[in-house]
Every structure is written in structure tokens, then in C-alpha cells.
């Protein structure tokens, strides 16, 4: 089995990656390294992937279709090799990474500059691209009377893609609003069309607990309403969801949308409230605190995240799931238990509530439960624990990661 996992860099991402790893899949893993946080953290993720034979990493920018497109055309028509190397290439050493140019190459691994591995269709004979051939809802589109260059690719280039990548954070779309809905909106488009290209069948959408807003009773229950998100980020999902969902019908892909309810682990988001509290509690930092601290979070952890997406690639047809933990818990209790795994007192300095951010995330995961199999395995007191052991391993450097806005 072969995987794309976009965003693979990413903290949700990075372990998803890794289960499918250990399962014996093969992971192309897509990641732009943008700086919307420390970038450290991603080189540090993406270290720790590079050890596997089975992985491929590819530096690229979803929003831009050439580079994705070449991504998908380097691998169609090729069984998944178990190496982890793109087709026609051995394993050696420097050739983990790949990073995509717009003249439609590839660079090769160090010490064969100046060569290029050309990829994708050619160009020549051409009777017109898939996207240009009529497809009835309900179907991908037919492969009976292709050029001979599509007829020898043909086969899809990957079991399904994971689509992970994305811009996150409530607080930072309401400052960049755009970069937002381009990486969320056009980049979830410009996936999808390369699955429908490509006939690639099954599609995993990132997806988050936001855009229940603030009118929802809890727990929330995925059929709740959705049509008032009180950010951009919670808007720019609801976009790629409903993009997720006309492909579903269109073409006949399968969709299993996830709405993850906020996730924390070692190497976190700096950004988040677990990473940036034990940060600030640990180095005698103020901790800033924004409203009362009254308000209520889902807190769920990576590993039961990424275990129950990877769950999520056995469903057929067109699925949206929670995963959280199911028991909400205020921001004064969160950092009163990082206070005792510390053992250190919080210095706590009250900011105006944001206006973007909702009172409370509880997840309804009875669904998870009847579709997946899946519950939570860890409880809070434990992910946290293991969360500032992790920082207390890698202090050295994770003391100086900047915690963004």
C-alpha cells in the first residue's frame, strides 16, 4: 500500500505518517516547511521520518498544481515498491529529500548535479488531459479510450491520500485571512483534482471541531450546523469540506472527513495552549491567559488521533467523524496539572477573550465509535506527562522555539 500524506511534517501528519510506516505502508510525504511556526519542529519531525526506507519526502507547495501534479505522475502506474523510492530510483543515501522545481523536474540526489528525472506524461501524441474528458456523477472518469501514454499509467499512484496539510491556528486567520482560504480552500482543490486525474479513490480530509461555532449544543454531533464558523480558518474548512463532498458525488471518491478537536503531544504545535503553557511554566514565563480561563477544550491526544485516522481509510463512500476525547476540561485545569507535572507555579496574566475563539469544543464520538472501533486510549494526565517529558528531553532547543502570536 502506498500513501500520500500531505503535510507530513506537520504534527498530525508526522504521526500519522509514522503508524502507516510501522504497519509496512509506504509514505510519500508532502510538506511545504513554511514558517507559519518554528520551523524546527518540522525539520525535527521530518528527521525522525527520514529513517525509514519506506518514506519519500517531497518539499512542495499544494496550492501550486505543476508540483503536485508531478508528484502524482512520478508514481502512477507503479506498484508500491516497500522501498519507499520513487519509481526507477534506488535507495541511497542523500536522496530523501526532494525538492520540486517549477520546470517540471526533479533534482537528483547529491553528487549527480546537473542531471534531471524527468517526470509525468509526455507531452507529445497527447489526444487531450483527463481533466478535459466528461465524467457522469457518480463515476471517475473512464479509461477505456486514453492515448497509450495515459493506458500504460493508469493505474492510480497511491491507495489514498491523506491530506493533512493546512494552515491552522483561529487566532492567526483572523491576521492573514487569504493565506487561509488559499492553503485550506485552493489547496484541498488542487489535491482533488489531481485524485480525479490520477484516479486515486479514496480521499482523508483534515478537518476541525471550529467550525461548530458558538451556537451548537455539546457535545457536538456531526450533523450538527456548521453554516455560521466564527473564524477564517473555521470558514476555509468548511470550504474544503464542501469541495471534499461535490467530488464524493461527481466522481464517486470516497471521503472520510475528520474533525479533529484540539490535538496535543510531544513536539506540538508551538502555538497551542499544551505546548506554550509548559513552555512559560517550565522557563518561569508568564503564562498568558485570554478571557477568564473558564473556557472549555476537548484536549485529545496525537497518538489517538493519528490511530483512529488511520482507521479512517477503510471507509467507503462519504463519512464526517469526530475525534476527540470526549471530556472537555477548562484552561485553569489544564495548566493547574501542568503545574504539578512541572512543579512549578504558573505566573498568570489575563488578556481580553478573543473574539474568534469558541467557550467550549466537546466532541460527540459515538460515531467514531460505531464506524472506526475507535475511542481515546489516552487520558489527559497521561499525554500531558508524556508531553513534558518530551520537553524536558529536548529542552535545549524547545526552550528557544518561538511560540508565534
Same mark, same amino acid.
Request: glycine share 8%.
Given at each position: 500500500?502506498? %500513501?500520500?500524506?500531505?503535510?507530513s511534517? *506537520?504534527?498530525?501528519?508526522?504521526?500519522?505518517?509514522? +503508524?502507516?510506516?510501522?504497519?509496512?505502508?509506504?509514505?510519500?510525504?508532502?510538506?511545504? &516547511?513554511?514558517?507559519?511556526?518554528?520551523?524546527?519542529?518540522?525539520?525535527?519531525?521530518?528527521?525522525?521520518?527520514?529513517t525509514?526506507?519506506?518514506?519519500?519526502?517531497?518539499?512542495?507547495?499544494?496550492?501550486?498544481?505543476d508540483?503536485?501534479?508531478?508528484?502524482?505522475?512520478?508514481?502512477?502506474?507503479?506498484?508500491?515498491?516497500? #522501498?519507499?523510492?520513487?519509481?526507477?530510483?534506488q535507495?541511497?543515501? *542523500?536522496?530523501?529529500?526532494?525538492?520540486?522545481? /517549477?520546470?517540471?523536474?526533479?533534482?537528483?540526489?547529491?553528487?549527480?548535479?546537473?542531471?534531471?528525472?524527468?517526470?509525468?506524461?509526455?507531452?507529445? /501524441?497527447?489526444?487531450?488531459?483527463?481533466?478535459?474528458?466528461?465524467?457522469?456523477?457518480?463515476? +471517475?472518469?473512464?479509461?477505456?479510450? +486514453?492515448?497509450?501514454?495515459?493506458?500504460?499509467?493508469r493505474?492510480?499512484?497511491?491507495? $489514498?491520500?491523506?491530506?493533512?496539510?493546512?494552515?491552522?491556528?483561529?487566532?492567526?486567520?483572523?491576521?492573514?485571512?487569504?493565506?487561509?482560504?488559499?492553503?485550506?480552500?485552493? *489547496?484541498? +482543490?488542487?489535491?482533488?483534482?489531481?485524485?480525479?486525474?490520477?484516479?486515486?479513490?479514496?480521499? &482523508?480530509?483534515?478537518?476541525?471541531? $471550529?467550525? !461548530?461555532?458558538?451556537?451548537?449544543?455539546?457535545?457536538?454531533?456531526?450533523?450538527?450546523?456548521?453554516?455560521?464558523?466564527?473564524?477564517?480558518?473555521?470558514?476555509?474548512?468548511?470550504?474544503?469540506?464542501?469541495?471534499? @463532498?461535490? %467530488?464524493? %458525488?461527481? @466522481?464517486? &471518491?470516497?471521503?472520510?472527513?475528520?474533525?479533529?478537536?484540539?490535538? !496535543?503531544?510531544?513536539?506540538?504545535?508551538?502555538?497551542?495552549?499544551?505546548?506554550?503553557?509548559?513552555?512559560?511554566?517550565?522557563?518561569?514565563?508568564?503564562?498568558?491567559? @485570554?478571557?477568564?480561563?473558564? /473556557?472549555?477544550?476537548?484536549?485529545?491526544?496525537?497518538?489517538?488521533?493519528?490511530?483512529?485516522?488511520?482507521?479512517?481509510l477503510?471507509?467507503? *463512500?462519504?463519512?464526517?467523524?469526530?475525534?476527540?476525547?470526549?471530556?472537555?476540561?477548562?484552561?485553569?485545569?489544564?495548566?493547574?496539572?501542568? =503545574?504539578?507535572?512541572?512543579?512549578?507555579q504558573?505566573?498568570?496574566?489575563y488578556?481580553?477573550?478573543?473574539? $474568534?475563539?469558541?467557550?467550549?469544543?466537546?466532541?460527540?464520538?459515538?460515531?467514531?465509535? =460505531?464506524?472506526?472501533?475507535?475511542?481515546?486510549q #489516552?487520558?489527559?494526565?497521561?499525554?500531558?506527562?508524556?508531553?513534558?517529558?518530551? %520537553?524536558?528531553?529536548?529542552?535545549?532547543?524547545? $526552550?528557544?522555539?518561538?511560540?508565534? /502570536?
Amino acid at each position: 500500500m502506498r %500513501y500520500l500524506v500531505t503535510g507530513s511534517a *506537520g504534527f498530525i501528519g508526522w504521526k500519522v505518517a509514522e +503508524l502507516l510506516l510501522r504497519a509496512g505502508a509506504e509514505v510519500v510525504g508532502l510538506d511545504d &516547511l513554511n514558517p507559519a511556526y518554528d520551523v524546527r519542529l518540522k525539520q525535527w519531525r521530518l528527521e525522525s521520518l527520514k529513517t525509514w526506507p519506506r518514506f519519500r519526502f517531497f518539499q512542495a507547495d499544494i496550492t501550486q498544481q505543476d508540483p503536485v501534479e508531478e508528484i502524482f505522475s512520478a508514481f502512477a502506474g507503479q506498484e508500491a515498491s516497500g #522501498t519507499g523510492n520513487p519509481p526507477g530510483r534506488q535507495a541511497e543515501p *542523500g536522496s530523501q529529500v526532494v525538492h520540486l522545481r /517549477q520546470e517540471r523536474t526533479l533534482s537528483l540526489p547529491e553528487g549527480q548535479a546537473g542531471q534531471r528525472l524527468q517526470v509525468g506524461p509526455p507531452k507529445a /501524441q497527447t489526444r487531450g488531459s483527463l481533466s478535459e474528458r466528461p465524467a457522469k456523477p457518480g463515476s +471517475l472518469p473512464p479509461t477505456g479510450d +486514453l492515448p497509450p501514454e495515459w493506458q500504460r499509467r493508469r493505474a492510480a499512484p497511491f491507495d $489514498a491520500v491523506v491530506h493533512l496539510a493546512a494552515r491552522a491556528g483561529v487566532r492567526a486567520s483572523v491576521l492573514e485571512p487569504d493565506v487561509f482560504l488559499r492553503t485550506n480552500g485552493l *489547496g484541498t +482543490l488542487v489535491l482533488l483534482e489531481a485524485c480525479r486525474r490520477h484516479r486515486v479513490q479514496k480521499f &482523508l480530509l483534515a478537518s476541525t471541531s $471550529a467550525l !461548530y461555532g458558538a451556537h451548537n449544543p455539546t457535545p457536538y454531533r456531526e450533523d450538527a450546523d456548521t453554516s455560521r464558523p466564527l473564524s477564517p480558518y473555521a470558514a476555509s474548512k468548511k470550504a474544503a469540506e464542501c469541495l471534499a @463532498y461535490t %467530488y464524493h %458525488y461527481l @466522481y464517486g &471518491l470516497d471521503v472520510v472527513v475528520l474533525r479533529y478537536f484540539t490535538v !496535543y503531544g510531544p513536539a506540538g504545535r508551538p502555538d497551542m495552549s499544551v505546548f506554550r503553557f509548559i513552555r512559560q511554566i517550565a522557563e518561569g514565563q508568564p503564562v498568558l491567559v @485570554y478571557g477568564d480561563g473558564s /473556557q472549555q477544550r476537548d484536549f485529545t491526544y496525537v497518538e489517538d488521533v493519528a490511530r483512529g485516522t488511520v482507521a479512517a481509510l477503510e471507509l467507503r *463512500g462519504f463519512e464526517i467523524i469526530n475525534l476527540g476525547s470526549d471530556r472537555p476540561v477548562s484552561v485553569l485545569k489544564l495548566i493547574e496539572q501542568i =503545574e504539578r507535572l512541572v512543579g512549578r507555579q504558573a505566573r498568570l496574566e489575563y488578556r481580553p477573550a478573543q473574539p $474568534a475563539d469558541v467557550p467550549a469544543t466537546w466532541a460527540d464520538i459515538r460515531r467514531a465509535k =460505531e464506524k472506526l472501533g475507535w475511542t481515546p486510549q #489516552t487520558t489527559l494526565e497521561q499525554g500531558l506527562a508524556q508531553t513534558v517529558a518530551w %520537553y524536558q528531553q529536548h529542552r535545549s532547543w524547545a $526552550a528557544r522555539i518561538d511560540l508565534g /502570536q
